[in-house]
């Protein structure tokens, strides 16, 4: 080994150490017990319920301690180049941070050690990751493909190869596996964020604008990965968040986030990416369906494709306004239910006044479970008129001076009441804390797992929970100056030290409870 890996493994041992010592105060000399009443718990989870972290590929992967950046960056996606690209930088309505991809946690190297904190420390039987398409696919001569069968030989062998041992690690250390096949990023060849974002309707590879070739060529990317990592893989997800696509990329993209191409008040081109993603989530659905024939754990079904959608607490900013408060039906349904429609019930409502489209064929009966993201209220400020005057519902603005992250765990009882009533299984695949703390871990878990805890009393069928984030990763434009892990890492060394959160959480998943 030489001595620059020296040093990080030195830090890593001792921050082992410190860890184990917090584990210790955790879960007492035994290591923790298995049995909640042995434990006392009140608030007990079933016995199937997956206990997870969850990561995605591009917030993780880069920054190894000792790999070249080369085998350890992906530079070829949308993101990449967002958070990169100097003219992006300084361009101050992309709001980015400038922390290089090499601050990040380095997962891509050290996926092995962490995967035995997430199994073996904190006892997740779960883990949630996400595959990026640019580093399956760097190479834009991809698109030429027509089937599975010839895409496959495009996709980068070592990048395969890298993703199967990754997944075999999470199975070595106890975890299933949840994948994302889509968490925002996008191939530069499909999407040129920063030509967008300088001249929206002039750009030539304009991402989910592209309608039929995003969805054919994300189509036959989630067939392949169905295909390579079906054995290993029974849960998946399509896309992550995609209102978040919309909101951030098209509509309000704000110092709280963007996304590429980071554009103001373009309604209608998210309302058509919107469109795009429910058509590319029931084509990847079917594609998963028809590729993933290996059935990875034993249970009798080979494939589980579900969505990822943020879900938001939402309330009038000010409750004495009835324009406040009526704002708030309007927000409910843009914010919370539309997508839904679209991918639950093949319905759409593209031009969003509330009334849905007859369902269609192509859309419909794709959906096996509905992945909630949730962490905070946010307050709705009615605006009297619609932003744009073909889209009566778009008549509100988020008031985001409390920022993205107000804790309200009632709000998780909300949510996953509203997402349960499709009538799918829910998992939360995502929900922590922003800058934990480095010496108290308490007052998130037990009221956020007991709001939801309310909401199976109260008959919503939800089979995991999955907290962001195992570890600190790149939190997107705001590079490494947001952290949520459980873990927090040294930005230089990579060295993990468990947080207090981190202590309490492996209490919990052990005792299944509290
Ligand atoms: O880091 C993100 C994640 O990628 C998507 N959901 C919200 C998290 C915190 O902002």
């Given at each position: 080994m030489n001595r620059l890996a020296a040093r990080p493994a030195g830090r890593l041992a001792a921050a082992a150490l410190a860890a184990a010592s917090l584990l210790a105060q955790a879960c007492g000399d035994d290591g923790g017990a298995a049995d909640p009443a042995a434990n006392n718990a009140v608030v007990t989870f079933p016995k199937t319920f997956l206990w997870g972290t969850s990561v995605a590929g591009f917030q993780v992967d880069p920054g190894c301690p000792t790999l070249p950046a080369a085998a350890c960056e992906d530079r070829e996606s949308d993101w990449a180049q967002w958070v990169t690209d100097p003219d992006l930088v300084a361009d101050g309505t992309t709001y980015v941070h400038g922390d290089p991809l090499s601050a990040g946690p380095g997962f891509w190297e050290l996926?092995?050690?962490?995967?035995?904190?997430?199994?073996?420390e904190l006892g997740a039987n779960a883990f949630r990751t996400s595959l990026e398409w640019s580093r399956l696919f760097p190479d834009g001569a991809a698109e030429a493909a027509t089937t599975v069968d010839e895409l496959a030989p495009f996709a980068d062998?070592?990048?395969?190869?890298?993703?199967?041992?990754?997944?075999?690690?999470?199975?070595?250390?106890?975890?299933?596996?949840?994948?994302?096949?889509?968490?925002?990023?996008?191939?530069?060849?499909?999407?040129?964020?920063?030509?967008?974002?300088?001249?929206?309707?002039?750009?030539?590879?304009?991402?989910?604008?592209?309608?039929?070739?995003?969805?054919?060529?994300?189509?036959?990317?989630?067939?392949?990965?169905?295909?390579?990592?079906?054995?290993?893989?029974?849960?998946?997800?399509?896309?992550?968040?995609?209102?978040?696509?919309?909101?951030?990329?098209?509509?309000?993209?704000?110092?709280?986030?963007?996304?590429?191409?980071?554009?103001?008040?373009?309604?209608?081109?998210?309302?058509?990416?919107?469109?795009?993603?429910?058509?590319?989530?029931?084509?990847?659905?079917?594609?998963?369906?028809?590729?993933?024939?290996?059935?990875?754990?034993?249970?009798?079904?080979?494939?589980?494709?579900?969505?990822?959608?943020?879900?938001?607490?939402?309330e009038p900013s000010d409750p004495s306004s009835e324009a406040d408060v009526a704002a708030v039906a309007h927000a409910e349904w843009v914010v919370n239910r539309v997508f839904l429609e679209g991918v639950a019930n093949g319905r759409l409502d593209p031009d969003l006044d509330g009334v849905l489209d007859p369902p269609r064929a192509d859309l419909v009966g794709r959906l096996d479970f509905i992945g909630v993201n949730y962490y905070t209220r946010l307050p709705i400020m009615a605006l009297g008129q619609p932003l744009d005057a073909r889209y009566a519902f778009a008549d509100f603005l988020p008031n985001l001076d409390g920022g993205s992250f107000v804790e309200y765990p009632q709000g998780l009882h909300d949510v996953v009441t509203s997402a349960a009533s499709y009538g799918r299984p829910v998992y939360i695949t995502e929900n922590g804390r922003l800058n934990p703390g480095e010496t108290s871990g308490d007052g998130f878990l037990e009221p956020h797992l007991e709001a939801l805890h309310a909401a199976m009393d109260d008959g919503a069928d939800v089979r995991g929970y999955f907290y962001w984030s195992l570890v600190d990763n790149y939190e997107w434009n705001h590079g490494m100056s947001l952290r949520f892990g459980l873990y927090a890492v040294d930005t230089a060394t990579k060295a993990r030290a468990l947080r207090p959160i981190g202590a309490r959480y492996a209490q919990i998943v052990r005792a299944r409870g509290f």
């Open positions: 996926y092995d050690q962490d995967l035995a904190r997430a199994g073996d062998e070592d990048a395969v190869a890298h993703y199967r041992a990754i997944f075999a690690s999470a199975k070595a250390h106890g975890q299933t596996l949840l994948v994302t096949l889509n968490h925002y990023t996008l191939p530069l060849w499909l999407h040129d964020g920063k030509a967008c974002h300088q001249d929206l309707a002039g750009c030539a590879d304009r991402g989910w604008l592209d309608g039929p070739r995003i969805v054919r060529t994300i189509a036959l990317y989630a067939g392949f990965c169905a295909r390579t990592f079906g054995d290993q893989v029974d849960l998946w997800a399509t896309l992550n968040e995609p209102f978040a696509v919309v909101l951030s990329g098209f509509i309000v993209p704000n110092a709280e986030r963007t996304n590429p191409p980071g554009v103001l008040l373009q309604i209608e081109a998210g309302l058509d990416a919107m469109t795009h993603m429910i058509e590319a989530h029931a084509a990847m659905v079917d594609a998963v369906r028809d590729n993933d024939l290996a059935d990875a754990d034993d249970d009798g079904v080979a494939a589980q494709v579900g969505l990822v959608h943020s879900m938001i607490a939402l």
